[in-house]
């Protein structure tokens, strides 16, 4: 199960650099993960300054 990133999202890019297979990107309006290509290892989730980030 992949992890998303919900509307509290502010954009910093943490959680980008954070993911080991590239998975994070910019999407429209906030960063957006790719669930085909997340492993869910949950690097992304502990650098995320807002908490925007939580299993799906």
Known sequence: MA???TDACVSCGACESA???GA???G???MQID???CI???ACEGTCPT???EAE
């Open 51 to 53: 908490g925007a980030i």
């Open 3 to 5: 992890r998303k990133i």
């Open 28 to 30: 429209d309006d906030h």
């Open 40 to 42: 869910d290892c949950g």
């Open 19 to 21: 993911c080991p297979v």
């Open 35 to 37: 669930a085909g290509a």
């Open 24 to 26: 994070i990107s910019m």
